[in-house]
């Protein structure tokens, strides 16, 4: 059960270790994927690889309990990265509100449309962002120039509302 609130945050650097050590686990021990550090580089330099996007923690007691972000790929955005410790997920968890601040991210910017990976066993991921509006398409339609890892993944896209006065989309 969880025992203190939550604060999400803009994550500007110099906890990456923390944040790695975070996602490593919630990948290994929730989904049960050994993906290694050194296969997930943003990892490695979190505020240089989101520098044309945007990363975000939860906070709770001065510990990083989730995290989530958004690469730019042109008028699109690549989803990445959300993890939460079990003890702060549920329908007031971390996940919703860090989501939420992705999502304001990317319409503030005006991105068409907002892609995401997500391996195939994660169902309770898929389902987390079907009942968001994602739906799965082919890794075709993937913004040219993001490196997709070559994994059993889904991919799925949410198409963003136009804003008025905005691009057409």
Known sequence: ???????IIDYAGGRDPEVAALILSVQRDDVGLFVPVE???????IAGAYRDGGFW???ASGEIVGTIGMMRYG???????LFVRRDYRGPDGAAHGLYDRAIAW????????????TPAVATRSHAFYRR?????????????????PDRDSLIFKLDMPARPGGPGR
């Open 106 to 117: 990317a319409e503030a910017r005006g991105l068409a449309a907002i892609f995401l990976d």
């Open 39 to 45: 296969e997930q580089p943003e990892l490695l330099d």
């Open 75 to 81: 008028s699109s955005g690549v989803l990445k990265k």
């Open 57 to 59: 923690v939860a906070m």
């Open 1 to 7: 059960m969880r025992e203190a609130a939550f604060e």
């Open 132 to 148: 968001r509006g994602f739906c799965v398409v082919d890794r075709a339609e993937l913004p040219r120039g993001y490196d997709f």
